[in-house]
């Protein structure tokens, strides 16, 4: 497909469906981090995704576009698997971020309740995701 027609397509409502994988509209959810929830979600022994984010940055989208994709091809991740997004500008300078030695946003910790099983930072590359995914999902 030509540049030119896949961008005229983009602008049109609907239109990218039929040349992008419907897959790759799926949307990312996730539960927005609120003070007592990690301790909430780790009491109870959850497989936690924690999802240091931030709104401006370009590896976040695409990593939170990579997630959706990998979530809808792989539905068993988002039944057993809880996402939480941490607003980097918010807690990225607080003592949270100290003890779990978070140094950049972009970066994703796993949970088995209290005990960290996995961490990845700064990539949207799909393979390291899904691997990433899958240490979370052996370690429920």
């Known amino acids: ?27 990312y959810k996730a539960t927005p ?5 990690l301790r909430e979600l780790q009491d109870d022994g959850a ?5 240091f984010t931030a709104a401006w940055s370009p590896t976040c989208r695409l990593k939170r576009d990579t997630l959706a994709r990998i979530k809808a091809d792989t539905p068993a991740y988002a039944q057993n698997i809880r996402f ?8 990225g300078p607080s003592r949270m971020a ?11 910790i796993a949970f088995r309740g209290k005990t960290e ?12 995701l899904r691997s990433f995914l899958d240490r979370v999902m052996a370690a429920g």
């Open 84 to 91: 939480v997004d941490i607003d980097w500008d918010t807690f």
């Open 47 to 51: 497989l936690i995704v924690v999802n």
């Open 117 to 128: 099983v996995a961490r990845i930072e700064a990539t949207f590359d799909e393979l390291a």
């Open 33 to 37: 981090y609120r003070r007592g929830l």
């Open 98 to 108: 100290e003890r779990m030695r978070i140094d950049r946003h972009a970066t994703l």
């Open 1 to 27: 497909m030509k540049r030119r027609t896949f961008l005229q397509a983009a602008l049109i409502p609907g239109a990218l469906s039929a040349v992008w994988p419907v897959a790759a509209l799926a949307e």
